[in-house]
Each structure stands twice: as structure tokens, then as C-alpha cells.
């Protein structure tokens, strides 16, 4: 079973930066894509980036130039940096490995003065 688990989130000033991080157990990371998505309150989940398993990112449009996806095969772990915050930015981003209908808790940001 696969496991996945959000870590980084928390409330931050428009303009502000948060780093998002993403475990996911097992032996599928390395050879798959891996994604966050984000939803808001009222709305539904929408992608906001990807990263290939060899490391190329593909960004929303509404993020691309202030959000960078990376992964670190050795640990498993994907990490977001989202810079210039937006009040609409405000959401629950999740983790997702593609191909497995598996989501973690996510967690919780919040852009607001």
C-alpha cells in the first residue's frame, strides 16, 4: 500500500514563501510522476504541478514562475517552493503519485494579511 504525507503548510503574509514536502512510502516513487494538486473551499481539486520521474516539471498556469517542483529519489520525497504567495493560493494541497489512487491528509495554506 502506498503512503503519502504532507508536511509544510501553515499561514503566511501575501507575498510570503512556504516549502511544501511529500513522502511517499514504498517503491514506486523513483519510477513515476508525481503530483500536487490543491483544493479550495467550495471548488474543485485542481493540479498545480507534476514532476517526471527524471525530473522535469510542468506547472499550472496560475503558478508557473512562482512555484518549483522538485523530488529527491533518495528520500522519496517531492518538495514544492511556492514563492509570492496570492491570497487565491489559499487551499489543501495534496501529493500524488500518478497511477495510484492514493491521497495523504494533505495539508493546509493559508495567504492571508
Known amino acids: 500500500q502506498v503512503q503519502l504525507v504532507e508536511s509544510g503548510g501553515g499561514l503566511v503574509q501575501p507575498g510570503g514563501s512556504l516549502r511544501l514536502s511529500c513522502v511517499v512510502s514504498?517503491?514506486?516513487?523513483?519510477?513515476?510522476?508525481v503530483a500536487w494538486y490543491r483544493q479550495a473551499p467550495g471548488k474543485q481539486r485542481e493540479l498545480v504541478a507534476s514532476?517526471?520521474?527524471?525530473?522535469?516539471?510542468n506547472y499550472a498556469a496560475s503558478v508557473k514562475g512562482r512555484f518549483t517542483l522538485s523530488r529527491d529519489n533518495a528520500k522519496n520525497t517531492v518538495y514544492l517552493q511556492m514563492n509570492s504567495l496570492r491570497p487565491d493560493d489559499t487551499a489543501v494541497y495534496y501529493c500524488?503519485?500518478?497511477?495510484?489512487?492514493?491521497w495523504g491528509q494533505g495539508t493546509q495554506v493559508t495567504v492571508s494579511s
Open positions: 500524488k503519485v500518478d497511477g495510484y489512487n492514493y
Open positions: 514504498g517503491s514506486i516513487f523513483s519510477r513515476n510522476t
Open positions: 514532476i517526471t520521474s527524471g525530473g522535469w516539471p
